[in-house]
């Protein structure tokens, strides 16, 4: 065992004499050690829950041979960080994450390892921790949250959001917008639409890291705990069995993955983080490769903020095995994958007898809400590297559209003009100096395009940043344009009044300003050079990769 370095032998007298005074006895000390990585905090709805799914966790553990010792992990709240200097540091929490556990995990050598998160950088820093790590592992998320629920109308975060807007507009009162605020998140787990948190949770389950039920089966049910208890006993069955990360993420994994992601129209974030995940395990993958998967993978979900429906109707449904299920129809899902089941994806399927079992929310392969997945990579002029959308919640009057340019250097100066009502119908809205490197950070960009659905512009205004946006966000958002502003990328040279070329269906996003032009503009350029009183952003500004290579560390 793999904790024997630290355990066993005469040398080692004086590590049992520490572990005994955690109160171990000599029988725990001579079984398998189970690290539990607990994300558990009192400000993430997501994770108030998690001491909770860590007990039975390591009542799982105990019941199948092992010892659990728990240990914790930072998670940060991104809608409590949207919109001010908190979302700077959202992004880099997801490296601190994958490297406290590398240095946890290591220092502590156990022999198998169990991760509890929920929320949006928690779930891919602990995937990456668990690759690097590749100890029999499982990962057991906290849970999706349900939708609220007022006078009969669903509602979650990006009601709220979007009702900010509709304040300005007068189509509702402040004090409506208060009543909504406190029922749109009825209690625990990860907001309840196909955001970035319950994305990445389903396709933790797809890569086969997490136990069918992962993504979808509700914060608030016995089912969830149960579900926990497994997770438990299986990583001991993993161990005995000596199966490990990287032994179940392959090519063929990946694939599946990005498969997932387009029929689920997931948040456009998993263009940042699968790359950074699969790295961990030594494959690449480029934005080239999802567009591929888009092209010839159908979308068969529109959950919020795409459409009405919520991740408990896709539980309903039969969840992500339903999913492909309908899938492997077409041939557009690897059956002979391993999983943390023991098993090969095709035999769960098989022992779940999985089928789809609400064709309104997971439309049939034969008749999906479109032929393509739901993100597209744009390149042109204005993204040579690329640029992301979530295509499947762009209204069709903006899948093919020439804009005008409406430049401004933060998220802040870009708010301040839509809710002051300067922004027109058939403007592009630029925000630049936002990138991972330039913001620094990567800040996500709810507020502004809450704000634009809000005030009922969503079919008329494009917002196009080398930032990020929220899974919430909705309408033609267009990120993570690379090279960012700060690297001299085109973004950094358009001009107020510029005119944009945005075609979704063929993947175009180009600055209609020819070369001449733009090379005068290049001669003087300076890039704008933000005051930051925070070392942390200090060295993640020097150390941070392009957006393009899911903005890892160089």
């Not at 903006?398 to 002051?420: Q, W, Y």
């Not at 300067?422 to 990567?442: L, Q, S, T, V, W």
């Amino acid at each position: 065992m793999r904790s024997k370095k630290m355990t066993h032998g005469l040398e080692k007298a004086p590590h049992r004499s520490l572990l005994y005074a955690l109160g171990l006895t000599r029988e725990e000390i001579a079984r398998p050690l189970v690290g539990v990585v607990n994300a558990a905090n009192e400000i993430v709805p997501g994770h108030i829950h998690l001491d909770t799914i860590a007990e039975a966790v390591k009542a799982g553990v105990r019941h199948a041979g092992g010892t659990p010792i728990e240990f914790p992990a930072i998670g940060v709240c991104d809608g409590l960080a949207m919109n001010h200097e908190g979302m700077r540091f959202s992004l880099p929490s997801r490296e601190i994450i994958a490297d406290s556990i590398e240095i946890m995990a290591t220092a502590h050598p156990f022999d198998a390892l169990v991760f509890i998160p929920n929320c949006d950088k928690s779930v891919p820093g602990m995937l990456m921790a668990m690759l690097r790590m590749n100890v029999p592992s499982v990962m057991v998320s906290g849970g999706p949250m349900l939708a609220g629920e007022k006078s009969g109308v669903r509602s979650d975060l990006i009601t709220v959001f979007e009702g900010v807007g509709r304040v300005k507009q007068g189509k509702m009162t402040e004090a409506e917008l208060e009543d909504l605020s406190e029922c749109a998140c009825p209690g625990c787990g990860s907001c309840a639409g196909m955001f970035t948190a319950n994305s990445m949770n389903c396709l933790s389950e797809t890569i086969g890291l997490a136990l069918p039920g992962n993504g979808t089966t509700p914060a608030t049910t016995a089912a969830r705990i149960r579900l926990a208890k497994k997770a438990g006993m299986k990583v001991m069955e993993l161990l005995e069995r000596n199966i490990k990360p990287r032994d179940i993420v392959t090519e063929k994994a990946v694939a599946n993955a990005m498969a997932v992601d387009m029929a689920l129209g997931c948040s456009t974030n998993t263009v940042l983080h699968l790359p950074a995940v699969f790295r961990e395990a030594g494959l690449d993958i480029n934005l080239d490769m999802f567009n591929e998967v888009s092209k010839r993978t159908p979308n068969l979900c529109k959950l919020s903020p795409a459409g009405e429906q919520h991740i408990q109707d896709l539980h309903r449904a039969g969840g992500i095995p339903a999913v492909m299920t309908e899938l492997r129809k077409k041939d557009r899902i690897n059956l002979d994958v391993m999983t943390v089941t023991g098993k090969t994806l095709g035999e769960n399927l098989e022992d779940l007898k999985a089928e789809n079992l609400d064709p309104t929310v997971i439309k049939p392969i034969d008749a999906p809400y479109s032929q393509e997945g739901g993100i597209a990579i744009l390149r042109g002029s204005l993204a040579p590297d690329g640029a992301v959308v979530k295509q499947s919640a762009v209204a069709p009057e903006m899948m093919v559209r020439t804009a005008t340019a409406r430049v401004f250097e933060s998220e802040e100066a870009a708010f301040e003009a839509i809710m002051g009502q300067k922004i027109n119908k058939g403007d592009a809205i630029i925000i630049r100096y936002e990138g991972p490197k330039g913001g620094p950070g990567m800040r996500e960009m709810l507020s502004p395009t809450a704000a634009i659905a809000g005030i009922g512009l969503g079919a008329d205004v494009a917002l196009i940043t080398d930032g990020r946006f929220s899974g919430g966000t909705r309408g033609a958002a267009i990120g993570h344009v690379s090279p960012e502003a700060a690297d001299g990328g085109p973004i950094a040279f358009v001009q107020e009044g510029d005119q944009i070329e945005i075609n979704i269906p063929e993947r175009k996003l180009n600055l209609l300003v020819d070369e001449a032009t733009l090379a005068e503009r290049k001669k003087d350029w300076k890039p704008v050079q933000k005051e930051i009183t925070s070392p942390l952003l200090r060295r993640y500004s020097r150390m941070i990769s392009s957006a393009a290579n899911g903005a890892v560390y160089k």
